[in-house]
């Protein structure tokens, strides 16, 4: 599977803006897709994630409310909605594909396919 993440920019706080990551090369039915963020220096973590087949999301605390993860299934594309962003939010946010255990939904090790990232700046 090739991930194409997109969306990523320059935007002032509490504003807008939306990620997408496409697939190539097979369908993201059966997977589990998800994001996380890097800032240099620190670990990445988990952000959102979608369970294709289920359609179930989950999100990390200091996200929720705000951001939105939803699946397109006829492009195989899942989105990630940012809203009243923060500058805590900047970051390079990467897009996963994997079959990780329900437990295990934040942990990056069980993410096999990865993205190339794309740089969220929020100025404030």
């Known amino acids: 599977v090739q991930l194409q993440a997109s969306g990523g920019g320059l935007v002032q706080a509490g504003g807008s803006l939306r990620l997408s990551c496409a697939a190539s090369?097979?369908?993201?039915?059966?997977?589990?897709v998800a994001w996380f963020r890097q800032v240099p220096g620190k670990n990445r973590d988990f952000v959102a994630a979608?369970?294709?087949?289920?359609?179930?999301?989950h999100y990390v605390d200091s996200v929720k409310g705000r951001f939105t993860i939803s699946k397109d299934n006829a492009a195989n594309t899942v989105h990630l909605r940012m809203n009243s962003l923060k500058s805590e939010d900047t970051a390079v946010y990467y897009c996963?594909?994997?079959?990780?255990?329900?437990?295990?939904?934040?942990?990056?090790?069980?993410?096999?396919?990865w993205g190339q990232g794309t740089l969220v700046t929020v100025s404030s």
């Open positions: 090369g097979r369908s993201f039915s059966g997977y589990t």
């Open positions: 979608v369970r294709w087949s289920f359609g179930t999301t």
């Open positions: 996963a594909v994997g079959s990780p255990i329900l437990s295990a939904i934040r942990d990056d090790y069980m993410y096999k396919y």
